[in-house]
């Protein structure tokens, strides 16, 4: 996890301002790391580590998410300033030399599609959280490490559901479920009053 300790404000703040942003910028082909970006999809060439052995996997995707922090006080306003990052890194990620194949780019791709819809779940959280000047930076740390949870939950689910990819039908079920979550910042459509593909997370 990479943060920034955020400053404690004086104690004339009478507002609380939080400002989300997501990580912005060029990708450095020569960078361990992707972020992520709706039009930069992954490509079997980003997956440089080497392949385990052994283990239901073809293929392994190593998705994470992050924010840095700062803080700013104006007059009586607090503006707190939090940069989201959701990365694939290449040297962790690894393919096997016979599962190279579209199908099985579209699982690694959904995986990495989870890590970006935790977030925009982190987001809305934080939105409706109430924060105050004493102890804002525990309390949004706290609702990193419960999206940190969620997302390894989600994840989990995605590859039990679908069996590793190898379940096609429950893979497409997933893929319109995770796109319409992504559609919606972060809500699910179960959240929205229906559910199309069942729940997600342990069962």
Request: with cysteine; net charge neutral; hydrophobic share 35%.
């Amino acid at each position: 996890m990479k943060t920034h300790t955020l400053a404690t404000p004086p104690a004339k703040i009478t507002t609380i301002q939080l400002v989300l942003e997501d990580r912005q910028g060029p990708e450095n082909p020569h960078s361990d790391t992707i972020f992520y970006s709706s039009t930069r999809k992954l490509c079997w060439n980003d997956f440089q580590g080497k392949p385990s052995p052994a283990g239901p996997s073809a293929a392994v995707s190593y998705t994470s998410f992050s924010y840095e922090g700062a803080s700013l006080v104006t007059h009586d306003t607090l503006k707190i300033r939090l940069t989201m990052e959701v990365f694939f890194i290449k040297s962790a990620s690894w393919v096997r030399d016979d599962a190279r194949d579209n199908y099985a780019l579209m699982h690694e791709q959904l995986h990495f599609d989870i890590t970006r819809l935790v977030v925009e779940r982190f987001k809305q959280k934080l939105r409706q959280t109430a924060l105050n000047r004493d102890d804002y930076d525990s309390v949004i740390q706290y609702q990193y490490l419960q999206s940190f949870q969620e997302m390894n939950r989600m994840q989990y689910a995605f590859d039990r559901d679908t069996h590793h990819g190898t379940n096609m039908a429950a893979q497409i079920r997933w893929r319109d479920k995770i796109n319409l979550g992504l559609k919606n910042k972060g809500v699910m459509p179960e959240e929205l009053g229906y559910d199309l593909f069942g729940n997600f997370g342990p069962q």
